[in-house]
T-cell receptor
């Protein structure tokens, strides 16, 4: 059973471009969480999704950021018109139920660098 | 706002030394507590967790943590570290919501 798969592992974008980060949850998991880790900071919650639904997006910046988890395919975190301050590691976690604290598993992260 | 503090940002030890990493949280109600580890180039893995019961929790690889409610603390300990314990360690708290709140992490380097 493959773990949570994130790709790409490393992504370089110029300012103003779009970044798309993908997360394939573990088999049988229907709940996905995205976290961001800025340099020298802890992981900060961004968004919690179930299939086709955004449950909690209280940690998402109000502009340029969006997330989806379609019925088929991976969850996508999309950042439009990236700026230098978006450079960070983005982690995805998945769980089978609605409580991350029981059986959540993390991916290896995508390290975004904006130049 | 709820927060998690890890006061040690970078710890350097020799093999066989004892380890204690501090973790304090700010929420006064019921909490679930976690320690995660991230080895170089790998994903976060759960080391141990506390939900209720015995406040001394044993995890994988010889790690343990003690929940002291009066001090709002959940410190991680290991009696004798190994070079393979070199990693980043994150404390996290769940206030019975759908999101974990993480500390800033502690980078541990163990030298042979």
């Amino acid at each position: 059973n493959a773990g949570v798969m994130q790709n790409p592992r490393h992504l370089v974008r110029r300012r103003g471009q779009e970044a798309r980060l993908r997360c394939s949850p573990m088999k049988g998991h229907s709940h996905v969480y995205w976290y961001r880790q800025l340099p020298e900071e802890g992981l900060k919650f961004m968004v919690y999704l179930q299939k086709e639904n955004i449950i909690d997006e209280s940690g998402m910046p109000k502009e340029r950021f969006s997330a989806e988890f379609p019925k088929e395919g991976p969850s996508i975190l999309r950042i439009q018109q990236v700026v230098r301050g978006d450079s960070a590691a983005y982690f995805c976690a998945s769980s089978p139920g609605d409580r991350i604290n029981t059986e959540a598993f993390f991916g290896q992260g995508t390290r975004l660098t904006v130049v | 706002a709820q927060s998690v503090s890890q006061h040690n940002h970078h710890v350097i030890l020799s093999e066989a030394a004892s380890l204690e990493l501090g973790c304090n949280y700010s929420y006064g109600g019921t909490v679930n507590l976690f320690w995660y580890v991230q080895y170089p180039g790998q994903h976060l893995q759960l080391l141990l967790k506390y939900f209720s019961g015995d406040p001394l929790v044993k995890g994988i690889k010889g790690f343990e943590a003690e929940f002291i409610k009066s001090k709002f603390s959940f410190n991680l300990r290991k009696p004798s570290v190994q070079w393979s314990d070199t990693a980043e360690y994150f404390c996290a708290v769940d206030h019975l919501t759908d999101k974990l709140i993480f500390g800033t992490g502690t980078r541990l380097q163990v030298f042979p």
